[in-house]
């Protein structure tokens, strides 16, 4: 076992394979979750993140071995960690509410580099360590958090409408039940879905009212096609 790691460790074709299949594995696990929720750098947004992070770290690496052995092997790395911050911004807005959205997105790109980063130099312990974590955050403390903030009243909800005239419907149907409608962004599905448009909205709901309710009352509208709180 120990001997695989140390030739997968070395600068070769074997190992630069394996680290690239390993960035996309990384990047693509946290990015799934960002493009199920509907959010703009989702699943080939973080694996593009995560790959162009390991093959600059392999970059540096390889700099190192064939070109020049005094160069820093941590400065071309050193910018991809800086460089991300700037993808990562244009992930967050403040709403009209005043809201700030996105944090999770950038939080996820930021990871997914950082794990790239670590790919690329060979560095597998972490790379598991880290999914594991990774893993743990996306999925099982999602019910955690569901489960300590899920009275509260105020919520997001990602909604798919077969067409744009039939918006206004489905925002009648949210107030029918009593929902105050605080904030609503509006978005053509741009994918080879083609008419389907996407709604976010953000509701208060009345007292002691669960997201699974409002699930259910949005769905009696036939032109709602999807629907999940966010």
């Known amino acids: 076992m120990n001997e695989w790691l140390d030739y997968l460790r070395e600068l070769n074709m074997a190992s630069v394979c394996v680290r690239i299949m390993l960035a996309v594995v990384c990047g693509g696990t946290i990015g799934l979750e960002r493009g ?3 959010r703009a750098a989702g699943f080939r947004t973080h694996i593009l993140v995560c790959v162009g992070a390991a093959v600059t770290t392999m970059t540096g690496q390889y700099i190192i071995i ?16 800086s460089g991300i911050g700037f993808l990562g911004v244009g992930t967050i807005v403040t709403t009209k509410a005043h809201r700030v959205r996105g944090l999770t997105t950038a939080a996820g790109l930021w990871t997914a580099a950082c794990l790239g980063l670590a ?36 919520r997001e909800y990602y909604i798919e409408v077969d067409e744009i ?5 489905v925002l009648a149907q949210i107030k029918k039940y009593d929902y105050k409608i ?4 509006i978005e ?27 699930m259910l009352h949005v769905g009696e509208e036939k032109s709602v096609l999807f629907v999940e709180e966010i």
Request: proline share 3%; aromatic share 8%.
């Open 165 to 169: 005239q039939k918006v206004r419907r």
């Open 36 to 38: 199920i929720k509907g």
């Open 119 to 154: 790919v690329g130099i060979g560095f597998y312990e972490a790379v598991v360590a880290g999914m594991i974590a990774v893993t743990v955050v996306v999925i099982a403390l999602q019910r955690v958090d569901r489960f300590f903030y899920g009275n509260r009243n105020v």
């Open 182 to 185: 605080l904030e609503t962004m």
């Open 66 to 81: 064939y070109l020049n052995p005094n160069a820093d092997p941590a400065r071309m790395g050193a910018q991809v960690v």
């Open 188 to 214: 053509q599905d741009r994918s080879e879905r083609g008419g389907v448009v996407v709604v976010i909205v953000t509701v208060k709901s009345p007292e002691r009212n669960t997201a699974e309710e409002f």
